[in-house]
């Protein structure tokens, strides 16, 4: 199983990126809960946000609300994370993962490799 993050890069503040998850492991995104997540330098790793596959509810992260929307395209097989209003503490590692279980009992258990956002003051 293999999930594939992409459209990270450096922005400066203010700015916006959209990540985009998806797999060339023949599985369809829809079928699990899908969350995003990110590790800056010398910090652990933290949940973005996530999206259930029941009915597509989705949860942020205090930090983010307002500013971060992910959603998916199920004929695309694809996930996404907009990212508006970014800010200097957003740089990290971002990586997606799927869920066999909806929140608040997922099991992160794939993951992609992750993409680096970085945001200039």
């Known amino acids: 199983v293999q999930l594939v993050e992409s459209g990270g890069g450096l922005v400066q503040a203010g700015g916006s990126l959209r990540l985009s998850c998806t797999t060339a492991s023949g599985f369809s995104l829809e079928d699990y809960a899908m969350g995003w997540f990110r590790q800056a330098p010398g910090k652990e790793r933290e949940g973005v946000s996530c999206?259930?596959?029941?009915?597509?509810?989705?949860y942020y992260t205090d930090s983010v609300k307002g500013r971060f929307s992910i959603s998916r395209d199920n004929a695309k097989n694809t996930v996404y994370l907009q990212m508006n209003s970014l800010k200097p503490e957003d740089t990290a590692v971002y990586y997606c993962?799927?869920?066999?279980?909806?929140?608040?009992?997922?099991?992160?258990?794939?993951w992609g490799q992750g993409t680096q956002v970085t945001v200039s003051s």
């Open positions: 999206i259930t596959s029941k009915d597509g509810s989705t």
């Open positions: 993962a799927r869920s066999d279980i909806d929140p608040p009992l997922a099991e992160w258990d794939f």
